[in-house]
Structure formats: structure tokens, C-alpha cells
């Protein structure tokens, strides 16, 4: 299999994965039709109230981490991201200043 054709399945895949309804969606379909629109609107909000509380939770998590751990903070650098050093200045403004 080359990179290309690699390439391509993975692209299908991943479109076929997002069109495709989750549990989400089928838990929000089944509120409807079992008990209604407002049940539905309620079953929507709840699910979207739980995916922001998700997605902050990371956040600060993500945030706490790399606040505590150096080694956090490096192992993305190792990896290849792009994260300016702590206590640095970025490497734009060094070579602006320089000018």
C-alpha cells in the first residue's frame, strides 16, 4: 500500500465517521420520538452542557500540567510542537530586536 493509497482510506474513513450520527444524536432521535420535542431540546442541551464541561476540564487539565511539569512542557517540543520555551522571549521578537 503506498502513502497515497493510505492517504485516500484514511480520508474516506474519516469522512464516513463524521456523516455517520453517534450516540448523541441517537439518544437525541430516540428522546424525540418516545417522548416528544422539549424532551429532545432538553436530552440536546444536556449533551452539549456535558461536552463543554468535558472540554474545560481538559483545558485546566492540560493547563495545570504544563504549569507543574517541565517534563510536560518539553515532551511536546520532542515531539515536533511548536511551544515557545517558558520565560523566553519567541525567536520573532529576539530576531526583530536584533534588527
Same mark, same amino acid.
Given at each position: 500500500? *503506498? ?16 456523516? #455517520?450520527?453517534?450516540?448523541? /444524536?441517537?439518544?437525541?432521535?430516540? /428522546? ?6 422539549r424532551h429532545a431540546v432538553a ?7 456535558? &461536552? ?10 492540560? *493547563?495545570?500540567? #504544563? ?14 510542537? &511548536?511551544?515557545?520555551p517558558r520565560g523566553n522571549k ?7 530586536? /536584533?534588527?
Amino acid at each position: 500500500m *503506498s502513502v497515497e493509497q493510505a492517504r485516500l482510506g484514511f480520508a474516506a474513513v474519516a469522512v464516513l465517521l463524521t456523516i #455517520l450520527p453517534g450516540l448523541d /444524536s441517537a439518544m437525541a432521535l430516540r /428522546s424525540a420520538i418516545s417522548q416528544g420535542p422539549r424532551h429532545a431540546v432538553a436530552t440536546g442541551l444536556g449533551i452539549n452542557t456535558g &461536552a463543554f464541561a468535558w472540554g474545560a476540564a481538559a483545558a485546566v487539565g492540560i *493547563s495545570a500540567l #504544563l504549569t507543574a511539569s517541565e517534563t510536560a512542557e518539553v515532551s511536546p517540543l520532542l515531539m515536533g510542537l &511548536a511551544l515557545p520555551p517558558r520565560g523566553n522571549k519567541s525567536a520573532t521578537h529576539t530576531a526583530c530586536a /536584533s534588527d
